[in-house]
């Protein structure tokens, strides 16, 4: 079983759609939880950290289940900017990251 | 928020050069710097882990001879591609971490293309 697990997608969804990324992660002793985004060519970016009670930054809101050793992105109103690849990433003593999910937003 | 510079952003060289890639954090001292490798549509891979002052850590199957790491001061590692051959052609970027539940930043990355 991989370390960290995320649908590959590609999710091809309307602007001004929501769409949500899980990722599943292995090691229940993982310490901390990321979002990074990923633009093509580029390298990745925070995107946001993700806290047990739930985190909101504007149109992105992260979740946290440690019990089910599950994280999720919720993107809503997306923009045609959010295009991108979207990495779960698990720390525990070195940081894990996802393969991503790529998200294409279209007008 | 926290800047990693990477220089060089793009190497274009004859295979058996050696490659040097600098990677440092500019505004936070970075106890752990982490080198990954990208090839193309594929995910990030580890590479290897760095902690100043101390021997890096590599990943299964990478070669620590090819891919020498050094960490000398808590701003500042280097990753050299040894006697580089087409095979090691990837982008290769760095990361930097203040400390253990922080988040990594990114350097811009390399693009090393080898001919």
């Known amino acids: 079983r991989k370390e960290v697990e995320q649908d590959p997608g590609p999710f091809n969804v309307p602007e001004g759609a929501t769409v949500a990324f899980n990722c599943t992660y292995s090691?229940?002793?993982?310490?901390?939880f990321f979002w990074y985004r990923q633009d093509c060519r580029k390298e990745p970016k925070l995107l946001m950290s993700v806290y047990s009670s739930g985190n909101e930054d504007g149109r992105f809101t992260a979740q946290l289940n440690r019990a089910s050793q599950y994280i999720s992105l919720l993107i809503r109103d997306s923009k045609l900017s959010d295009s991108a690849t979207y990495l779960c990433?698990?720390?525990?003593?070195?940081?894990?990251f996802g393969a991503g999910t790529r998200l294409t937003v279209k007008p | 928020g926290a800047v990693v510079s990477q220089h060089p952003s793009w190497v274009i060289c004859k295979s058996g050069t050696s490659v040097k890639i600098e990677c440092r954090s500019l505004d936070f001292q970075a106890t752990t710097m982490f080198w990954y490798r990208q090839f193309p549509k594929q995910s990030l891979m580890l590479m290897a882990t760095s902690n100043e002052g101390s021997k890096a850590t590599y990943e299964q199957g990478v070669e620590k001879d090819k891919f020498l790491i050094n960490h000398a001061s808590l701003t500042l590692s280097t990753l050299t591609v040894t006697s580089a051959h087409p095979e090691d052609s990837s982008f290769y970027i760095c990361?930097?971490?203040?400390?253990?539940?922080?988040?990594?930043?990114f350097g811009d990355g390399t693009r090393l293309s080898i001919l």
């Open positions: 990433v698990v720390n525990l003593n070195d940081m894990r």
């Open positions: 090691n229940s002793a993982s310490q901390s």
């Open positions: 990361s930097a971490r203040e400390q253990g539940n922080q988040p990594q930043h």
